[in-house]
């Protein structure tokens, strides 16, 4: 099955760039091109990509918008990636926030954004334990803790949400917790619906601003 992206990007070297790199690979496709958060939603119905490779700063509406408006507008919204130059960037925690389901820098390697693409688009998120701490330490406009006190995560709950806030898959966590994978993916759903997110980057976002997830040291 072929991955559909719609690359979205003010820059059209950036644009060609990614377009290049996404379709020398046999199972990804580029569709369609945008240089405006502004395209996006009729691109969107009309073509019906799988994910989105959204610049989060461009000049008439940007990713962060653009996000939230797919989320909150489509029945079956593609799945969003940000791209951005500084992964300490306001821009980015915010899209996070919004939805996003994980962020690139322009610089990473081919090998990365392709990675990155397969692993949106089979459903997970993209995680970077520590890129995802600094943005929230740096960005964070006040703490979640009344978040996570009402959620009344059962221990195992939680558990689970301090893995999940390390990267690991739920294949990871099955094995760390010597739990089947479906159990994982059931207490993952009950955290999700608990705290009221969309995904596990906000699930996990949620858990550092509360402080519920205590960084080791040096990491």
């Known amino acids: 099955m072929t991955v559909t992206v719609l690359v979205v990007d003010d820059d059209e070297l950036i644009r060609v760039g990614l377009r290049a790199i996404v379709d020398a690979q046999p199972d990804l496709t ?42 909150a507008t489509s029945a079956e919204p593609p799945r969003i990636l940000v791209v951005t130059t500084f992964e300490n960037d306001e821009y980015v925690y915010q899209a996070l926030r919004a939805g996003a389901h994980g962020f690139l820098l322009k610089r990473a390697r081919p090998t990365e954004i392709v990675d990155a693409i397969r692993v949106v688009a089979k459903g997970e998120s993209l995680l970077f334990p520590a890129a995802l701490r ?36 739920n294949a990871e966590i099955a094995a760390e917790l ?23 980057t906000q699930a996990v976002i949620a ?3 509360a402080g519920f997830v205590v960084p080791s040291p040096g990491g």
Do not use: C, F
């Open 30 to 71: 580029v569709v369609g091109e945008a240089a405006d958060g502004a395209e996006v939603p009729p691109l969107v119905a009309r073509l019906r990509p799988d994910v989105v490779l959204m610049d989060v700063r461009m000049p008439a509406i940007d990713g962060i918008q653009a996000t939230r408006h797919l989320l």
């Open 134 to 169: 600094r943005l929230v330490a740096t960005h964070a406009t006040g703490p979640a803790g009344d978040r996570l006190d009402r959620a009344r995560l059962t221990e195992r709950e939680a558990e689970v949400l301090r893995l999940m806030a390390t990267g690991l898959s």
């Open 178 to 200: 010597v739990l089947g994978v479906e159990t994982v993916k059931t207490h993952v759903g009950n955290v999700l619906a608990k705290l009221g997110a969309r995904d596990r």
């Open 207 to 209: 858990a550092y601003e």
